[in-house]
């Protein structure tokens, strides 16, 4: 039996003659129900918030509960079962007037047996059927929901789209959604949790994925436990951690597990195809030279930065480098030691930058940063680095060709010198020509003449 229809078989007899509740609740418990007893309504609502029931039986003198009465009570609870009145023939109307409200049916008393049995088997039967109809409805939306999730190839998107199904689902009060990668975990989608929580949640899903989870509910369950009330279902590349989808605040059990399976494999899936579409933008987005990012990916990272910027009211750096002379190694040693050079300064710029700062090559001897959560004097700090690091620096020593290049920086910081995209382009853009009149300068947008 399901999950979904577990209560089915529990049955509660009101009746205040006992000679009449003991013969029915033996002739039920012989067609294999479970079946309790009482004599008031008072005592079936006692009953009903402590167990769910399928159906009530209940003559009239038991079916009044206070000022309301059974199938009114009986509508409030989860299970919501349905009401057979016993009656006298003598209040056959009365009956009649319940069945407007609710009321499944009634049998008259005496009760017969066979009319018993009859009427029972056919209201429990029909709600077995609505059950597995539910059921069957619930698994419908889900394989939908599933197919389009492992359909989107966009990762931020599958993560957050993937979380709010989970949450539903599972009952979840607050989640996030995270990706693994270079040692960094990375919160991509947040619900109901502050940012600083969601962070720490995806480090502990880190830590306890390489210690190894135990198996809470068995190794089906594709959830592992990072706290109480909090799961974890792990995003994996054969047994490395890619990502992963937490939910907070959500009692799992096998009822609500159940049926999830097919869902959290095409939750997989999609991941796994929106990773293969990253790398391969990534591999489009990445200068063939330096290993370092193209200038197409500048854009893209951009609009990331400044809705983050927005969201979380943090600065960052724009930067633009334009190698001094550059050409003079071309001239005299060839393209091909000109290309080693260029190597060499991705490599510098590396070493100057945080992990989570990103470098771009737009092209021939220019390149670009930006400085997360960057204000105008941090920014000014890695200017002077990356300007002291390259003057100071023997390019092609391995070659003994000795070669010494400077680099003219120019940089401006969102939101503080533009309030768009372009406008930072254009302002640290403006910055870096201006410094090109000396070389081997920074040149902030602070530092720009008064009327630009």
Excluded at 331 to 353: F, I, K, N, P
Aim: hydrophobic fraction near 40%.
């Amino acid at each position: 039996m399901s999950a979904a229809q577990s209560y089915i078989s529990n049955i509660l007899i009101v009746d205040v003659d006992p000679d009449s509740c003991e013969s029915c609740s033996q002739l039920l418990q012989y067609m294999g129900y479970a079946v309790d007893t009482c004599a008031t309504g008072m005592a079936a609502s006692e009953l009903l918030g402590q167990k769910p029931y399928a159906l009530v039986l209940a003559d009239l003198a038991g079916f009044c509960v206070g000022n309301s009465d059974l199938s009114s009570l009986a509508s409030s609870f989860e299970s919501s079962p349905d009401i057979l009145l016993l009656v006298e023939t003598t209040d056959r109307y009365s009956a009649i007037e319940h069945l407007k409200r609710g009321v499944r049916d009634y049998l008259l008393k005496p009760l017969h047996a066979d009319e018993l049995s009859h009427v029972v088997s056919s209201l429990m039967e029909r709600r077995c059927l609505a059950a597995e109809n539910r059921q069957l409805r619930c698994q419908i939306q889900r394989g939908q929901e599933g197919e389009s999730l492992a359909s989107l190839i966009d990762l931020d998107r599958l993560l957050s789209k993937s979380l709010d199904v989970l949450q539903r689902e599972l009952g979840g009060s607050g989640g996030c959604g995270f990706v693994q990668g270079n040692g960094k975990v990375s919160v991509a989608a947040v619900n109901g949790l502050e940012d600083s929580r969601a962070e720490d949640l995806a480090a502990l899903a880190q830590m306890k994925f390489d210690s190894g989870f135990p198996d809470e509910l068995g190794t089906a369950n594709p959830f592992k436990q990072l706290e109480e009330q909090t799961w974890l279902l792990p995003l994996v590349n054969g047994e490395q951690l890619k990502g992963g989808l937490i939910v907070a605040g959500a009692a799992l059990s096998p009822r609500n597990l159940e049926g999830l399976d097919c869902l959290t494999a095409q939750i997989g899936q999609g991941f796994a195809n929106a990773s293969r579409y990253q790398d391969a933008r990534r591999l489009m987005y990445t200068d063939d030279l330096t290993g370092l990012y193209n200038h197409r990916y500048l854009q893209t990272v951009l609009n990331a930065e400044i809705k983050r910027s927005q969201r979380y009211g943090a600065s960052f750096a724009l930067i633009f480098l334009d190698l001094d002379r550059f050409k003079t190694i071309n001239d005299q040693y060839g393209h091909l030691a000109g290309s080693a050079a260029l190597r060499e300064v991705g490599r510098l710029l590396r070493d100057c930058v945080r992990e989570v700062d990103i470098l771009f090559r737009f092209g021939g001897d220019e390149f670009a940063a930006i400085l997360v959560e960057s204000d105008s004097y941090a920014a000014r700090i890695v200017a002077e680095r990356i300007r002291r690091v390259i003057e100071e620096h023997a390019f092609l020593a391995d070659e003994g060709l000795d070669s010494y290049v400077t680099v003219t920086v120019g940089f401006a910081i969102f939101p503080t010198d533009a309030q768009d995209k372009d406008g930072l382009i254009a302002v640290a853009d403006k910055a870096m020509y201006a410094g090109k009149e000396a070389r081997n300068v920074i040149f902030g947008a602070e530092d720009l003449p008064g009327d630009e």
